[in-house]
């Protein structure tokens, strides 16, 4: 047996690990391939190209023009390129034509092996697919690398293809090369499965992060709680010196623009906005909130393995003025987003060794995206019920007419259909007017003649029920039954004056015995009628609604002095009294409504009875009397019960209706 274990392949444990090991990214990795596949492959010349994705199956002449593929890395590379890249420069600038060798036949390769997915092999004497070993000028290979990751290399999408231009070699060596040359580009799917696999740790570990920070979080009692725990989580998770909390508010006036104000900072209970530092974070804040994106201080280069260029761009004017105030103080504010609107700043300061890692803002960034939310949440339940409905109406209308100026769209919408709606929707013009119940014939007892009441019927009191005929009040007649006899007595004896002159022959004595005898009949005639009318009845059938005479029993009254009145209830009338600017529109027949303020949620109907052509002037103004006949009524309707009474008259606009009395103000004002 022979001892082979001196034959070596050193090259390959090199190239190996070269692309196993993790790349910065997706360029870098490129970079490499391209590198490997060259020099395992013996090309003069290897390109790298990006190959827009293509329908599956379409042939490479019919490609559209927008679907040229572009070549971006070349190897080996010019001192130019190579300096970029030693430099860490990953720019995909096109290559032109002139730096590559046979540019339009690697092209027309490129696209036949991106629509195949397959590797092409072309002798470069010939446009056909190389089947034979006959010489020729060299050979040019495509090889297609997948762009997706996971499932079949065939199904992949092609986002990049690697052309190789070949010396002239055998048709055995040929696909040897392109054996080797499959094998390490299936490396992609280890650097595709390791930069996954990468995103993967960042994200669990923001996850892990937010996790930790919603907890502490929701344990306070309130917003501001919440707001100083976060700092002070943030503070020792991460190690920095200070953490401080910014959220957005909105200015007034001339200042109507959004602003941060600190709410909380680490280890800190009280804040003083009057602080120069304060003030001093406040305004890198606000320089994180304008360009809504994160900012650092010291800005980290635009080139180089650590290099991102949106940081290296910001504006840091507020953060290197904050950083001047101790030796070695690195900043970094990042914005609090949902969605896309920025809701607060969170700012970091740290005065260790070295700069703040962008891998560490990057995680704070994606952790701070998770709890905002959370912080949202927590401020609008501290907030008033107003503001908070205020709030979900302006979100609510955000869907409708857009995120910009949503309260001012909102209002001229609203303005808008309320112009509408004014003008051209009618509606019955309702007149009101003050009003009273009255019954339709209220019948007054009064005094007959002046006396005293001697007593009061049974049950007679205001509000009791009577009926027609039945006694009220009987008036003391002694004093006229003594009067009747003093007129008889007087009758008599002038009567026998009257006899004796006319025996005597004495005309004129019996003519004034005569009159004396008249007048006595006349006294008592009026006694006898007086002591007949002293029992006072009802004079129909209905409720006493005036008159309590319980203390006025044998008291003197004056005639015609009345003593009760009687109404029937169950015939009621509505008396409004109109306002001489609405009395045009009272027609007789017109219907409407009454509610009393005895119960101001129900309506009664009527029918106007009679308009009563005569003013009245009352506080100031002219009313008219209008008479109305209930169509429905209540039993608990009383005499004298007031409310309002609404006509209705024809339709009108809303705006005729509420413009009439400037109109008609205006009218006079004008005439002349």
């Known amino acids: 047996m022979i001892d082979l274990s001196s034959l070596r392949a050193p090259g390959w444990q090199r190239v190996v690990a070269e692309l196993a090991s993790p790349a910065a990214d997706d360029r870098a990795f490129m970079v490499r391939l391209l590198s490997a596949l060259c020099q395992v492959s013996g090309a003069r010349q290897g390109v790298l190209f990006l190959v827009p994705n293509a329908p599956r199956g379409e042939s490479p002449d019919e490609a559209p023009a927008d679907a040229d593929p572009r070549a971006i890395l070349v190897w080996p590379a010019t001192p130019d390129l190579a300096a970029a890249l030693e430099r860490g ?14 540019a339009a036949d690697a092209r027309s390769a490129v696209r036949k092996a991106a629509i195949t997915r397959q590797s092409q092999i072309f002798g470069l004497d010939t446009d056909d697919m190389l089947y034979d070993s006959s010489g020729g000028k060299g050979y040019l290979i495509a090889v297609p690398i997948p762009g997706g990751s996971g499932g079949e290399t065939a199904a992949a999408p092609v986002n990049a293809c690697v052309t190789l231009l070949l010396d002239q070699r055998s048709r055995q060596a040929l696909q040897t090369t392109l054996a080797l040359l499959e094998v390490l580009v299936g490396y992609v799917h280890t650097h595709q499965a390791t930069q996954h696999l990468r995103r993967t740790r960042s994200a669990s570990a923001a996850l892990d992060l937010a996790a930790r920070l919603i907890a502490s979080v929701n344990h306070t009692p309130n917003f501001k709680g919440a707001c100083i725990q976060l700092c002070n989580d943030l503070s020792r998770q991460i190690g920095v010196d200070r953490v401080a909390m910014g959220w957005v508010g909105e200015g007034k006036g001339r200042e109507s623009r959004m602003f941060s104000k600190v709410v909380a900072l680490s280890d800190t209970e009280q804040i003083d906005r009057r602080m120069a530092m304060i003030q001093k974070i406040e305004a890198a804040m606000d320089e994180c909130l304008d360009q809504e994106q994160p900012v650092m201080f010291p800005v980290p280069p635009a080139q180089g393995p650590n290099a991102d260029v949106l940081l290296s761009q910001a504006i840091v004017h507020a953060h290197r003025e904050l950083a001047a105030s101790g030796a070695n103080v690195k900043v970094a504010s990042l914005p609090l987003r949902i969605d896309e609107k920025v809701i607060g700043v969170v700012l970091v300061e740290s005065s260790a060794a070295g700069p703040i890692e962008l891998a560490t803002v990057e995680l704070l960034q994606a952790a701070l995206d998770l709890v905002a939310p959370v912080l949202q949440i927590r401020r609008s339940d501290d907030r008033w019920l107003v503001l908070r409905a205020w709030d979900s109406t302006l979100r609510a209308g955000a869907w409708l007419v857009g995120p910009r100026h949503t309260a001012w ?44 009441i001697a007593r009061l019927g ?14 009220l009040v009987e008036m003391d007649t002694t004093e006229l039954r003594l009067k009747a006899m003093e007129s008889q007595s007087s009758i008599v004896q002038a009567e026998k004056e009257a006899d004796a002159a006319l025996k005597k022959n004495n005309l004129s004595d019996a003519q004034q015995a005569q009159a004396k005898a008249e007048q006595a009949r006349a006294r008592l005639e009026l006694a006898n009628h007086n002591i007949t009318s002293a029992t006072l009845r009802a004079p129909i059938s209905g409720t006493i609604t005036a008159g309590d005479l319980k203390d006025k029993v044998g008291a003197t009254v004056e005639i015609g002095q009345g003593l009760f009145q009687v109404a029937d209830l169950t015939d009621m009338v509505v008396v409004a009294k109109v306002d001489d600017r609405d009395i045009s529109f009272m027609k007789e027949g017109m219907t409407g409504q009454i509610s009393t303020k005895a119960d101001p949620s129900r309506e009664f109907d009527f029918v106007v009875e009679k308009i009563v052509p005569l003013s009245k002037a009352q506080e100031g103004k002219n009313s008219f009397e209008v008479r109305c006949t209930l169509t429905s009524s209540a039993p608990w309707f009383r005499p004298g019960m007031e409310g309002v009474a609404r006509f209705n008259t024809p339709e009108r606009s809303l705006a005729w209706i509420g413009g009439r009395r400037i109109v008609d103000q205006m009218r006079l004002w004008l005439w002349w």
């Open 409 to 452: 769209k909102l209002a001229g919408i609203a303005f808008m259909v309320a112009t509408l709606v004014v003008t051209f929707v009618n509606v019955p013009y309702r007149v009101g007017s003050t009003m009273e119940l009255q019954p339709r014939e209220p019948r007054t007892v009064s005094v007959p003649f002046s006396g005293k």
């Open 458 to 471: 049974a049950s007679v009191e205001a509000g009791r029920r009577v009926e027609a005929g039945q006694v």
């Open 89 to 102: 420069e990953s720019g995909e600038a096109s290559l032109p034509d002139s730096a590559i060798e046979r």
